[in-house]
């Protein structure tokens, strides 16, 4: 892992197209800018990581569940 200090005001970047700003720093939290490419999804880790775990589970569905869920939202219309 790449550590680095950064006052407020300052950026890092990440190749060409991201720019990282500290906006604000305070005792337990740091305000952070992100500057990407408006097709390149940014997310928090902790929900990173909740898709990614909800996509494999449902990576793991049966087709005979994919069917119950059709015929689920089926009803609903």
């Known amino acids: 892992?790449?550590?680095?200090?950064?006052?407020i005001s300052e950026s890092i970047?990440?190749?060409d197209d991201i720019t990282i700003t500290?906006?604000?720093?305070n005792a337990t939290h740091v305000k952070l800018g992100i500057?990407?490419?408006?097709?390149?999804?940014?997310?928090?880790?902790?929900?990173?990581d909740k898709i990614k775990s909800e996509n494999i589970l449902a990576s793991s569905l049966s087709v005979d569940e994919f069917t119950k869920l059709k015929e689920v939202f089926k009803r609903d219309d």
């Open 1 to 7: 892992m790449l550590v680095l200090t950064r006052k």
């Open 22 to 25: 500290v906006i604000d720093v």
């Open 13 to 15: 970047k990440i190749g």
């Open 35 to 48: 500057e990407a490419p408006s097709a390149m999804k940014i997310y928090r880790k902790e929900l990173y």
